[in-house]
């Protein structure tokens, strides 16, 4: 078994289904892009361990994580992945600091180190100013900061961002996926990006997974799909970004 990522997933949402496979290599970054209700959310949350597996199998540096066939299914906090969602999911009730130090405390490192860790973040993110700050009083780019410090605190072998930069206007997009894109490559981590703008796919990530109906109907560069697109979907998506 390779050392990176290997997804074979088979799963259901009321009546959807998505059925795909594919494998990363260590340190590869990927961008998953389809048009809404492809499915992109599902393998999100299918990777993340809140939708189970009908069948297939997860499996993150040799380490299974969910195998239908034998009853085996790691709770999302035993997969210890670094995931940010959609709207971000900052917890409401603590600072924007102990948002960043939750990932360190649920796996038992004490409060102040944890603290201290998250500040660095949190530093290192460019929004050290906002630590006090509850979710509420956030601006949208500093959410999307104090998300991201969450998600990759914890050095996580496999990082999952659900539509990461989408909250941001205009203006704050075009900086912060410049910075994400340097974040992602320092942290050298598998990154596995969701978005449905095919700028933020290609400026993010070294190759494109594309998602339509629940199923994989493309894998390659942005060059590659462009010169042989093989849906009319990813022939239009790529259009857009020439
Ligand atoms: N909780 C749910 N119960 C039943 N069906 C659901 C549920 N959540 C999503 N679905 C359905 O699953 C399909 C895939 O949804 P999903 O959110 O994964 O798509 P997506 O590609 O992330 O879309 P978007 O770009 O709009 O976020 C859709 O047809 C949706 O209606």
């Known amino acids: 078994m390779s050392p990176g990522l290997h997804a074979d997933i088979a799963a259901r949402r009321g009546e959807f289904s998505l059925e795909l496979q594919f494998s990363l290599a260590p340190g590869a970054t990927a961008a998953v892009l389809g048009p809404n209700g492809a499915g992109k959310s599902t393998l999100v949350d299918a990777l993340a361990g809140l939708v189970p597996l009908t ?3 997860v499996v993150l540096g040799g380490r299974a994580l969910e195998r239908p066939s034998e009853r085996l299914r790691l709770t999302p ?9 959609q709207g971000y999911c900052l917890f ?14 649920a796996r038992g490192v004490g409060r102040q180190r944890a603290r201290a860790e998250a500040q660095v973040w949190l530093e290192r993110l460019g929004v050290a100013e906002v630590g006090d700050l ?39 997009r075009a900086q912060a996926r410049r910075l994400l894109a340097g974040w992602l490559a320092e942290a ?3 990154s596995l990006i969701v978005s449905h703008d095919v ?7 070294d190759e494109l997974l594309v998602v339509e109906g629940g199923r994989l109907t493309a894998r390659g560069t942005a060059a590659e799909l462009r010169a042989r697109p093989p849906t009319a979907y990813v022939a239009a998506v790529l259009a857009e970004d020439a």
């Open 55 to 57: 069948r297939g199998e």
């Open 77 to 85: 906090q035993e997969r210890g992945l670094g995931v940010m969602f």
């Open 92 to 105: 409401g009730h603590m600072s924007a600091r102990d948002n960043v130090a939750y990932g360190l405390r």
């Open 134 to 172: 509850r979710p509420a009083a956030l601006s949208g780019g500093q959410a999307q900061r104090v998300a991201l410090a969450r998600a990759m605190i914890t050095r996580p072998a496999l990082l999952l961002l659900d539509e990461p930069l989408a909250a941001l206007d205009v203006s704050a």
């Open 188 to 190: 050298g981590t598998i």
């Open 199 to 205: 700028r933020d796919a290609v400026a993010l990530a």
